[in-house]
């Protein structure tokens, strides 16, 4: 869902009249933690059936994933959106928090996959996510969230995603639309001083 947010979010911006030139203003703090972060959870994804280590330790590496996560917001909340993607990502790591690292799925939201992924589910090949039952805690917080045409990809998402895409838009919109205006403006006044001296 996040991927989702971030090409709706830039699609927008482009239709708005945005560019990339407020890439030149972005300086994050730590920025190696991201990629950092998707390489590792591409690779906990990937090979926790073949390595015993991975499947056994999966919910731990995510949690250490979703604090570093929140630790490089926190150190970028001075963009706009930061603050609300943080408070999105929390919600999504306490629901997996207090259930042993795994987000919880409603087998009701999910009925609208493939079928193979509620039996995955079930069968605990999913080192990300299990299925919500009575004992669950917190499953409000959990993927009980079911999208499904017109939406052009089929999925079942959390609260704590939709929070998440809502900072994206905002950061994305400001990235790509008002750090360039503002950045335009910067560039007339200092040839208009120029042109003046």
Request: glycine share 10%; hydrophobic share 55%.
């Amino acid at each position: 869902m996040v991927f989702d947010g971030i090409i709706i979010s830039f699609v927008i911006a482009l239709f708005r009249k945005g560019n990339l030139r407020g890439l030149s203003d972005l300086k994050l703090k730590a920025g190696w933690i991201f990629p950092l972060l998707l390489i590792i959870q591409f690779v906990v994804y990937y090979f926790q059936n073949d390595f015993q280590f991975l499947a056994r330790f999966s919910g731990a590496i995510f949690m250490a994933v979703y604090i570093l996560g929140m630790f490089f917001l926190f150190l970028n909340r001075q963009y706009k959106g930061f603050n609300i993607i943080l408070i999105g990502v929390f919600l999504n790591f306490l629901v997996m928090m207090l259930n042993g690292g795994r987000m919880p799925v409603s087998a009701e939201a999910a009925a609208i996959l493939d079928q193979n992924f509620i039996q995955a589910l079930k069968d605990g090949l999913y080192a990300k996510h299990a299925l919500l039952d009575s004992s669950t805690h917190l499953g409000m917080l959990g993927d009980i969230i079911p999208l499904t045409d017109p939406y052009p990809r089929t999925q079942v998402i959390s609260i704590g995603d939709v929070v998440m895409n809502i900072g994206i838009f905002l950061f994305i919109q400001c990235l790509m639309v008002e750090m360039p205006k503002n950045k335009e403006v910067q560039d007339i006044n200092m040839s208009a001083e120029g042109g003046g001296l």
